[in-house]
């Protein structure tokens, strides 16, 4: 994330307003005590207006918080201001929060209004100006002690922002989740408080303003983005809370709203919303010449439990006289938006010094990790670049965050050797997360040679590992009882901790160990797979072979045969014969085969060899080695390459050298690339040949074009250093880059006409009524225009994480539903382009089913097929159970039933035919509804029996 934005003065900018208006931004957020359920310190923090709206400000002593209960009751509670801090000289920090005990387990939503917002905010155009119109802001919670403790995220960076007229802009509100629960972000509308048509008074909900305007429709037209070539725009990035403006066109003052939503990761895998936050942030768009600093830090990291995390980050300006200010904010560092001392984390926080230098100024950030930091989503840090051009210049800023991923620690120097009763496993105890946490055990027939990409939690499930056993994670042993002699077999841990009741973060697999794989005198060993031509159909692969190692080669006997086995897959393991070859050993053509007739450009092939004398006495059986794989992504101006290989050689801490095809049809040298693991198998290609001895063919790498690669590896035998160094090419690798922005999420609207509330009572009898159709429109302006499908999403509950339903290709989505669903659940899409890629989710349409049933006041049990039973006149939806009890006249209890079918016979409980007259019942029901929980509601009445 980049950003470049201004800081300057606000006071100088906001006009003169009444004093009866000052709040300019806010939100809420909701922490659970320790120790407790259900009791939670509610806190309210605004900001506002201290130059024009100080007095009413003097007189915003408490606030009224509506704790809001999903049985759609408000109760209000009065809370004192607790705190209120000069920020600047024109803004206030304003702290509200009470200790709150909520009655039992529920969903609940937090809204607070205030009375009103600060003037000329040019995006809320009210006849009356923006100061009068009320401030309104929620928070939504779930308790519930089957999915853990949950407390809302906090918000680290302040919602006071500033921009600069034609730039682009980005703010990051910095969220933080304690209880390390996922977050994801969309936009909404600022919204006001709700006033009853009746009396005039606050109902305690909001409702959105409806003067509202996106901020890119502001300004003289055409309202273009920072490059001038198509409308500006205006977006969040659901994963990583980027607002986005691009750009500003007109200066003042603006009001925007998004949300931020808390997800759980449930037993099943699944994820439950939890709650969400709506922040309501103003932001100051001024114009300035001054250049903005530049920001120079590491890319996003994974660690293990246990590391050292420790890296400079530079600030620079290119006015060298310029005094540079740098900063770093995160929950890593247990501050509050405040900067007090608060635990976010677990001991040890983070730290980040720096001291303001002019020109250049650099900081540094160290973090001793530990077990507890583990968790399975990234932390996020932010850092800050400010200059001071000087007193009458405005200052400017560079920001840029990168995520923090830490991993349990997987397990180190693993071994293995036979034993009497199987093979024995043993590695170095864990020297962190070793309480409370297991080692699993994974083998697999013959060695893999395969590693991980950084930070690949779990065993993949494509590598063919099965686990067979798991000890505590004091353990540093492990016997495999069940493993067959005289087989290789390859070995891997990986460490499993509980992050929390429904998540277990895993290590990344440790380095296998390969047992019975040592190689036997009189084996060859493979030495080259090198894919010499590209093709679908007729790519060819030279393989090579050495000699027999470790033996005198005079002493094997005669007929002598090398006999060749392919299998597909770099872990492939379904070898067929492709080539038998008699040697004398002095021919070495023996030792090589050109294999035909592949598809190199989809697949690997991997090989091995087996020597025999006799003609039939096997020898030995070399290690299988794998063709070099290269892959690419397309993106935008640039082109990701990364490949991988399987080779009993290493392939690590060598040069690869990386070619691509120039317009004269031949391969150019571009790039020599020192690697060290696996994981530095990859390169960034943006145009530059940096190896111009064969030729420069440095260009500018545009979108729409195709490139295309080759990768040479190079790689040893440990224990044959006398083969040499190993080359091998990979097949061509051909790639377009693209343009990767994503379509813009579609605006989606409910089609359906039927309101439940508004059915007949015939109605409920057709079952074809009960459908939800839905409608989209893509929205104007600089979008893409290549969508070829829609994903459109379903949840039957309004908390829970929405599923996949259907994908179509139009812009209108029929659900045909059933009689006891009914109508309830919620819908959200997305655009899926050309290229594969998403947009945004769209907003989400929900509907609800009602609670409708009317009685009969007579019925006839007379078995003549009319009105024999008393049943709703309506065929019964939406019941999940129902519970009916009849009364006689007198207040006898005659019958009780409980049937969701809702149907008295005109018997008693003993089955006998009471008498013809009047009967009172009381049917309680209870509906499916949008909530999970549903909703009862007790019918009562009187009915009259009679017989004809």
Known sequence: MKKNYILFLLFLLVPLLSQATHIRAGEITATRLPGTQLTYRITLITYTDEINGKAANDQQNTVDFNMGFSTNRVEKLTVRRKQRIMINQATARNVYDTTYTFPSAGYYTIGVSIINRND???????????????????????????????????????????????????????????????????????RKAQVSPGTGATTGLGEFIPEYLEPNTVGPPPVLNSAGTGPATYSIDPRTGDLIWDAPRQAGQYNVAFVIEEWRKGFDGGYIKIGEIVR????????????????????????????????????????????????????????????????????????????????KVIGKFVW???????????????????????????SLVDLKSLNIKILPPSPKALTAEPVSNGNKLSWNPLTTCSENGKILIYRKNGCSGLNPRACSPGMPSA?????????????SSFIDTQAPEGEIYSYRLV???????????????????????????????????????????????????????????????????????????????????VHTKTTSFTDTTDLKFIDQNLNTSQKVYRYKVEFYTNGTQLRGTSLPASSVFLNAQTSDQQVPLFWEANTPWSNENQTHYLYRKGEDGNFNLIAKIPVSDVNSFEYLDRGEDLEKGDGDISTLLENGETYCYRILTQGEYEAFKELGILTNFSQERCITPQ?????????????????????????????????????????????????????????RYELRDPVLLSSVTGNTFTHRKNRLEGFAGCYTIEAVNSLGLRSSLSNKICFDNCETLNFPNVFSPNGDGKNDTFTPLNCP????????????????????????????????????????????????????????????KTFKGYVTLIKR
Not at 463 to 474: N, S
Not at 538 to 549: H, Q
Not at 757 to 785: H, M, Q, V, Y
């Open 739 to 795: 343009d990767q922005t994503p379509p813009c999420a579609p605006v989606l609207s409910a089609a359906s006409t039927i309101k439940c509330e508004d059915l007949k009572s015939a109605d409920f009898c057709n079952e074809g009524i009960f459908s939800n159709t839905l409608t989209w429109e893509n929205p104007e302006g600089d979008c893409r225009t290549d969508i070829v499908s829609y994903n459109i999403y379903f949840s």
């Open 463 to 475: 590598w063919g590992y099965t686990l067979i056993g798991e000890v505590p994670a004091t353990e």
């Open 495 to 577: 460490t499993e901790i509980a992050e929390n009741t429904f998540i277990n973060i895993q290590s990344a697999p440790s380095a296998e160990f390969c047992i019975g794989s040592e190689v036997k005198p009189g084996t060859s060993v493979m030495t080259k797979v090198s894919v010499t031509e590209t093709s679908t159909t007729s790519g060819k692969i030279e393989v090579k072979w050495s000699l027999p190692v470790n033996i005198d080669l005079n002493t094997l006997a005669a007929d002598r045969v090398y006999k060749l086995y392919r299998a597909e897959g770099i872990g492939g393991e379904n070898f067929t014969l």
């Open 877 to 936: 939806a939406f019941i999940s159970s129902a519970a009916m009890e009849i009364y006689g006249a007198h207040g006898q209890r005659v019958r009780v039933i409980n049937s969701d079918a809702i149907e008295w016979d005109g018997k008693d409980d003993q089955g006998k035919e009471v008498a013809p007259g009047t009967y009172y019942y009381s049917i309680k029901v209870k509906f499916e509804r949008l909530d999970p929980l549903g909703s009862e």
């Open 120 to 190: 000329n905010t040019i995006n809320l155009p009210a006849p009356d100006g923006s100061q009068s119109i009320s401030f309104f802001v929620q928070t939504s919670i779930l308790i519930n002690s089957n999915i853990g403790f949950n407390s809302t995220p906090v918000l680290l960076n302040i919602p006071l922002d500033s921009a600069a007229l034609g730039q682009r802009f980005i703010h990051n509100p910095g969220a933080f989740d304690i209880d390390g629960d996922s977050l994801s972000y969309k936009l909404t509308i600022p």
């Open 368 to 394: 001793e990790t530990n077990c507890l930091h583990a968790r399975e989503q990234a932390y996020n840090v932010v850092f800050k670049v400010e200059d001071n051009p000087g007193r009458f210049s405005t």
């Open 280 to 359: 309501d942030m103003q932001i100051i768009v001024v114009e300035t010449d001054n250049k903005a600093p530049k920001l120079t830090l590491p890319a996003d990291l994974c660690v293990e439990a246990g590391e050292t995390i420790e890296f400079e980050v530079i600030g620079e300006d290119e006015n060298i006289n310029q005094q540079l200010r740098l900063t770093s904010s995160g929950g890593v560092y247990n501050l509050d938006p405040a900067g007090n001392p608060v635990q976010y984390v677990d001991p040890k926080p983070a730290t980040f010094t720096s001291t303001p230098a002019v020109g």
